[in-house]
């Protein structure tokens, strides 16, 4: 079982729906998670952290924490073809300068 | 500066030669880390530093792979005798003590190693 785990996709949207991309994580004690997005031949680019169960809004994203299912999610409302990158799921095992375990991405499609 | 910086962006190797890779962190980041990703996204933690410290070593494939992170210079990450499935992108991330008692980490853009 991969300690952090997502579906490679791809997902497809249209322009302006909600795209919902999930991730799993193994170890329990997980501390803090994090969603980075990439776009291809880049660098993954944070844009949104959870630590706390419940749900954190930023601007068209929400996270989503759910410790006790070991789930982590992130909704992008109004999506827009902008969106199209592969999201990166990643997760610090304690508190403090912990190195991230990374899934392997959900790649994103939106289509105008 | 703003970004991590990462040098060179693309290196060309044949196998059995030595790879170099430098990293130079966010202004004012005591914490550096190296990742390497290969196909499929696949990310794997290598190696992390307190400023000059190794902080975690626990992904590093010890028998080739070195690093440094010494004071005004920028940190480093050597390969000897590169192999073919050293081919990937390596990055650095670096990360500050905000206050609070998690760390984000910010991506540097990366260098492409290809060993022939």
């Known amino acids: 079982q991969k300690e952090v785990e997502q579906n490679s996709g791809p997902l497809s949207v249209p322009e302006g729906a909600i795209a919902s991309l999930n991730c799993t994580y193994s170890?329990?004690?997980?501390?803090?998670f994090f969603w980075y997005r990439q776009y291809s031949g880049k660098s993954p680019e944070l844009i949104m952290f959870i630590y706390s169960n419940g749900d954190k809004e930023d601007g068209r994203f929400t996270a989503q924490l759910n410790k006790a299912s070991q789930y982590v999610s992130l909704l992008i409302r109004d999506s827009q073809p902008s969106d199209s990158a592969t999201y990166l799921c990643a997760v610090g095992l304690n508190t403090g300068f912990q190195k991230l375990v990374f899934g392997t991405g959900t790649r994103l499609l939106v289509s105008p | 500066g703003e970004e991590v910086a990462q040098t060179p962006k693309h290196l060309v190797r044949g196998e059995g030669q030595k790879a170099k890779l430098y990293c130079a962190p966010i202004k004012g980041h005591s914490y550096v880390f190296w990742y390497q990703q290969v196909l499929k996204n696949e990310f794997k933690f290598l190696i992390s530093?307190?400023?000059?410290?190794?902080?975690?070593e626990t992904g590093m494939p010890k028998e080739r792979f070195s690093a440094k992170c010494l004071p005004n210079s920028p940190c480093s990450l050597e390969i000897q005798a590169t192999k073919l499935e050293d081919s990937a992108v390596y990055f650095c991330?670096?990360?500050?003590?905000?206050?609070?008692?998690?760390?984000?980490?910010?991506f540097g853009p990366g260098t492409r190693l290809t060993v022939l």
């Open positions: 530093f307190q400023n000059e410290n190794v902080f975690d």
């Open positions: 991330a670096s990360s500050h003590p905000t206050g609070s008692s998690y760390n984000e980490q910010f």
């Open positions: 170890d329990r004690g997980s501390q803090s």
